[in-house]
Structures are given as C-alpha cells and as structure tokens.
C-alpha cells in the first residue's frame, strides 16, 4: 500500500521522464494567486468609482478575510510591474509602528491600494496632516481609517508618564487622552482596561484633529469625497473594530 507521499514521488518522477514538469510547475504557480478582479491594482478610475463608504467597506471586508484566513494571494510582482509609473489607492491608514499590526495586512490589501503612515501611538501632527492632505486632496484616496490597538506600547508609556530621550516630546502627544480618560481604578499601564480606553480615546482624539486641524481634509469631508473612521486593532484576535 502506497502512501500519499509516495504517490506524490512517483508522478513526479513521470512528470522527470515526460519532461512536463516545467508545464506542471508553471500551471501550479499561476493557480497559486488569485486572479483579477481581486488582484487589479487601482486606477484613478478604478479608485473614482469606490465611494468614501465603500472604502471603509472594502477595509472591513479586508480584515474579515484576514481573521478568517482567506486573504487574497496576488502576484505582488505583477502589481508592482503595473503600479511602477503611478498609484491611485483608494484610502489612507495611520497606524501605529506595532509590528504585530501592519495595515496592509491586517486589512488584507496589497501594492498601491493603501497609504500608510505610522507613528509610534498614532496620533496626529503637522507631518502626519500634511501627508494624508497629500493621500486625499491630491491622490485622491477616499477614506482615512486612524487604527490604534490593544495594548499599545506608546499607550502605556505615556499613561506611565515615561522620561527617555525624545520619547518624552514624542510622548506628550497622547498625553491629553490620557488625562481625558476618568477612571477611578489605578491611571497605570498595569491596569488593562485603562489602557484599552486611553487607546481609544486617542483614535477618536486623532479622527477629530484631521479636520479641525486641517481645512483640506475637512473641506472634503463636507463635500461627501472623503470619510475619516476610527478604528481599534486587537492584539490577540487580529480583528478590527471600527469606533462607532
Ligand atoms: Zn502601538
């Protein structure tokens, strides 16, 4: 009796003494990415058609198949071939530096769908202001989702109050949602659900900064061609949880 890696070995040597298996090879490499609609990379046009809410949409549906293990395999070398002389993504992501939360791919998207700034507690400066007018006003992207997470390194440093280098100017700028927070139980990173709210207060705290401290962005917004969410990663599931 054959086992099934047995079997495997001797239709590969039948593919050897065929010569197929170059064929063979090439038929299982294209089958292993998906195919267009799925992997077409944006065009302005492409991008134009998407709505600020179908772009919100389209992120929640991206993170839906990550969670659920069913992210689109695309050949990203092809995209980057058809993306080389221009890109038209269709939203705009700040997040944080986490490396357990890259938005590409917790949002499951791929080369040229998305722009991305991240910044240790993500929260909103003049940089970050004039990087996601650049995303939206001028590259048209139509959505910006400012995406915290659980557990956030920069969350608890600055509700620790911590002193180190220029961590500590960096710092500051999520101070003022800590101190917004009111809680009667402990105000330290050992108190969990502190932490969580600090997290989020500090995404709702960014999402409103984006246009009251921006005339582009906001201008947008009331003409109905851009859409600013919030959103909290989870460390320990992977979902998103969009801020209502
Ligand atoms: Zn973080």
Known sequence: MRTPGMVGGSMLTRRLFCGCLPLAATIVASNA???????????????????PAEAIERLKAGNQRFVSG????????????????????????????????????????????????????????????????????????????????????????????????????????????????????????????FVQAVAEENVRRAVAQLTERSEVLAALVEAGELRIAGAMHDLATGKVTFLA
């Open 70 to 193: 069913a992210t689109i395999n695309c050949d990203l070398m092809a995209q980057v071939k058809e993306t080389a002389h221009a890109q038209a993504p269709f939203a705009a992501i700040l997040g944080c530096i986490d490396s357990r939360v890259p938005p590409e791919l917790v949002f499951d998207q791929r080369i040229g769908d998305v722009f991305c700034a991240r910044i240790a507690g993500n929260f909103v400066d003049t940089d970050i202001l004039g990087s996601f007018e650049f995303a939206t006003k001028v590259a048209g992207a139509r959505a910006i989702v400012v995406l915290g997470h659980s557990s956030c390194g920069a969350i608890k440093g600055a509700v620790d109050d911590v002193k180190l280098g220029n961590l500590t100017a960096m710092l500051a700028n999520i101070r003022p949602a800590a101190d917004a927070v009111k809680t009667d139980a402990e105000r330290t990173s050992a108190n969990h659900d």
């Open 33 to 51: 990415f998906a195919a267009a609609p799925d992997c077409a990379v944006f065009t302005p046009e492409r991008r134009n058609a998407v709505s």
